[in-house]
């Protein structure tokens, strides 16, 4: 009971007190109750908790990442803050955790050793403030911490040696937060996909990465990203989905292209300039993302046994006066244990931006180059 005192508090303060901090407290036990989730944008919260309770269907994440720029380096992070049911979340790990509450790591060096591990929590807090988010697994020494504007932009901390992991990650933000239609704003859709949330809080971010790992360094820059995604439904409305976040010359991307189990697709284009946002929608014709590669890997839509692509073929619409943007995605590495159902990779990325000019009918084009963090499911036969 305490908990839903706790979560009709929180509520009430964000709708009274647009701008106060509201702590939420998460407890370890999945709830044998209906959760409710939030899928309409509020005035403040866009990185607080989304599903209140996590029942036996629901889940509701905080994800991480830093991909290195230096194109001679595999260096690489992903962590991922969950509070899911085993049989909810997004199927990335196997399902037999008994905790819902799971901060987990994933790694590769640079020169592409790949290293994992994942603590369990006792409890977590999550303060919400503004846009930006604060978060401690407790009894992991995992920990997060928003700063909001003007100098937006968030840090891990890690400091958990039953695991073998110390250090801390930074994420300084060059590119605005957005909801899958649009820039943040209140009232707006917060599903990218049937019953599944998504806000990207820092779509691009200049990273340091300074960890220990099990005695060994692991020190380098890069590009950072962080969203979060969350269910009040088992994870089966999901039929395959393509995401990923690049930086090309002087653009921030984001692509999320999406089909669900009846075979209907949804996008959200995202891309920034200089901070400030070019597109952000979810209308279809701004995005498409399709499969690239030789031995069935460029099947569309892609099943459980069509084998991953070497890449992505890419279109992005940035909006009358910006052009058209067109690449591909080339996978240089796995960063995760290749999986029938799960893929995620860093790679580079080559294209073009073509941009009407001065003259009438007149285009020109803009050769971009860059590096790439992506994922992608493929849930049905
Ligand atoms: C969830 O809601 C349904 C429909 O209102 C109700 O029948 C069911 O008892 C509720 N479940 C719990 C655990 O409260
Ligand atoms: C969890 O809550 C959702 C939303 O109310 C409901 O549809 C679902 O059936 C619940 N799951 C369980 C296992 O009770
Ligand atoms: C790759 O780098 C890691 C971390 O520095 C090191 O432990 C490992 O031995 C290296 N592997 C190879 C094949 O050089
Ligand atoms: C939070 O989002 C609102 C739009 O909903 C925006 O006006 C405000 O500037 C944002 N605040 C921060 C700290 O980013
Ligand atoms: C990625 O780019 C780097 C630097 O341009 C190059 O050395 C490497 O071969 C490229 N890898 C792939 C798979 O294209």
Same mark, same amino acid.
């Given at each position: 009971m305490t908990f839903f005192l706790t979560t009709v508090l929180s509520i009430f303060a964000a709708v009274s007190f647009a701008q106060t901090r509201e702590i939420f407290k998460i407890s370890s036990n999945l709830q044998n109750a209906n959760s409710s989730a939030q899928f309409t944008s509020g005035?403040?919260?866009l990185d607080a908790p989304k599903v209140h309770p996590i029942n036996a269907s629901a889940f509701d994440l905080w994800y991480f990442d830093v991909?290195?720029?230096?194109?001679?380096?595999?260096a690489s992070v992903v962590i991922i803050f969950t509070s899911e049911s085993p049989a909810s979340g997004p199927p990335v790990l196997d399902p037999?955790?008994?905790?819902?509450?799971? @901060?987990?790591?994933? *790694?590769?060096?640079?020169?592409?050793?790949?290293?994992?591990?994942?603590?369990? @929590?006792?409890?977590a807090t999550v303060v919400a403030q503004e846009n930006v988010s604060s978060g401690q697994w407790h009894g992991t020494g995992f920990s997060w911490k928003g700063k909001a504007r003007p100098d937006?932009?968030?840090?891990?901390?890690?400091?958990?040696?039953?695991?073998? *992991?110390?250090?801390?990650?930074?994420? @300084?933000?060059?590119?605005?937060a957005h909801l899958p239609c649009g820039p943040i704003s209140t009232g707006q859709t917060m599903q990218v996909g049937p019953h599944i949330g998504w806000a990207n809080a820092v779509p691009d971010a200049s990273s340091t990465v300074d960890l220990?790992?099990?005695?060994e360094k692991l020190v380098f820059k890069g590009l950072g990203y962080h969203d979060k995604n969350w269910g009040d439904q088992l994870f089966s409305h999901v039929a395959s989905w393509y995401w990923g976040h690049a930086r090309v010359g002087p653009y921030s991307i984001?692509?999320?292209?999406?089909?669900?189990?009846?075979?209907?697709?949804?996008?959200?284009?995202? *891309? @920034?300039?200089n901070g400030r946002i070019l597109t952000a929608s979810c209308d279809l014709n701004s995005l498409s993302v399709r499969p690239t590669g030789a031995d069935?890997?460029?099947a569309y839509p892609p099943v459980i046994s069509t084998p991953n692509p070497s890449g992505y073929h890419i279109l992005l619409d940035v909006g009358e006066e910006n052009g058209r943007m067109e690449f591909d995605v080339d996978v240089v590495q796995d960063i995760i244990q290749p999986n029938p159902t799960y893929g995620r990779f860093i790679g580079n990325v080559s294209g073009r931006i073509s941009v009407p000019g001065g003259k009438k009918g007149a285009w020109y084009t803009k050769d971009l180059r860059g590096?790439?963090?992506?994922?992608?499911?493929?849930?049905t036969e």
């Open positions: 005035p403040s919260g991909v290195s720029t230096d194109p001679s380096s595999l037999t955790q008994d905790s819902i509450l799971i @901060a987990r790591l994933w *790694v590769t060096f640079p020169n592409g050793t790949s290293w994992t591990t994942q603590a369990f @929590a006792d409890s937006s932009g968030y840090r891990i901390d890690i400091d958990a040696p039953d695991v073998g *992991v110390k250090g801390y990650i930074t994420f @300084a933000q060059v590119a605005p220990e790992i099990d005695g984001v692509w999320f292209d999406f089909l669900d189990i009846t075979g209907e697709e949804f996008v959200s284009a995202y *891309v @920034a300039k069935g890997g460029s590096v790439a963090l992506f994922d992608q499911f493929k849930l």
